[in-house]
């Protein structure tokens, strides 16, 4: 079992940055994803981004983040970043840390196995 602790959430302004950290405890896998998705109420759970722990560190975002959002990894920590700039009132949502054991890297949450309770994020106008 994989136990996500995700954490760094909070109440910002418009144009404020965040960086949410997801920990990962438990048994770990050689070539496995971590992926970022987030909810906002009355909403789907969206992808936002994902890193594979194996390789180069591989990712993928979601379109609409590319470019403000950059994932990241430390391996040593068993650790992922998710460094949130420019952030806008659209990107209020509960955000979760995921992780899957192919290293897929997946924008697909049905293929995610293991999931943290997920961080807040709220950005005012």
């Known amino acids: 079992q994989v136990q996500l602790v995700e954490s760094g959430g909070g109440l910002v302004q418009a144009g404020d940055s965040l960086r949410l950290s997801c920990a990962a405890s438990g048994r770990t896998f050689s070539s496995s994803g971590m992926g970022w998705f987030r909810q906002a109420p009355g909403k789907e759970r969206e992808f936002v981004a994902a890193?594979?722990?194996?390789?180069?560190?591989?990712?993928r975002y979601r379109d609409s983040t590319q470019g403000r959002f950059t994932v990241s990894r430390d391996n040593a920590k068993n650790t992922v970043y998710l460094q949130m700039n420019s952030l806008k009132p659209e990107d209020t949502a509960v955000y979760y840390c995921?992780?899957?054991?192919?290293?897929?890297?997946?924008?697909?949450?049905?293929?995610?196995?293991?999931w943290g309770q997920g961080t807040q994020v709220t950005v005012s106008s």
């Open positions: 890193i594979s722990w194996s390789g180069g560190g591989t990712t």
């Open positions: 995921a992780a899957e054991r192919h290293g897929r890297i997946s924008s697909d949450q049905m293929e995610y196995d293991y």
